[in-house]
């Protein structure tokens, strides 16, 4: 299972902290992930990390601006957010993958980021 959080209201250029806590079986799972949907559009990547040799991945859009990270012992993901701009108003959703899949099998409610210009 997994609760993602941390979502709001920020101006364009703060910055806000969201964080996806994975419960349940956790040891099978080797990936997560953020992702998000805009209005009228289609859900997107935004950044994934891998362990146990950690490797992050960011979307063009996001690069220098977003940061995945990883506390193992809470069993949850990070994704700072900073220069937040308007465009990146969306439903932000975590996301995992377990040993032996290359999907993403388990996915948390999402939260909300709005970005005020």
């Known amino acids: 299972q997994l609760q993602a959080s941390g979502g709001g209201l920020v101006e364009a250029g703060g910055s806000l902290r969201l964080s996806c806590a994975a419960s349940g079986r956790t040891a099978v799972v080797y990936r997560m992930g953020w992702f998000r949907q805009a209005p009228g559009k289609e859900r997107e990547f935004v950044a994934a990390?891998?362990?146990?040799?950690?490797?992050?991945y960011y979307a063009d859009s996001v690069k220098g601006r977003f940061t995945i990270s990883r506390d193992n012992v809470k069993n949850t993901v990070f994704l700072q957010m900073n220069s937040l701009k308007p465009g990146d108003t969306a439903v932000y959703y975590c996301?995992?993958?377990?040993?032996?899949?290359?999907?993403?099998?388990?996915w948390g409610q999402g939260t909300l980021v709005t970005v005020s210009s």
């Open positions: 996301a995992a993958r377990v040993a032996g899949r290359n999907e993403y099998d388990f």
């Open positions: 990390i891998t362990w146990p040799a950690i490797t992050t």
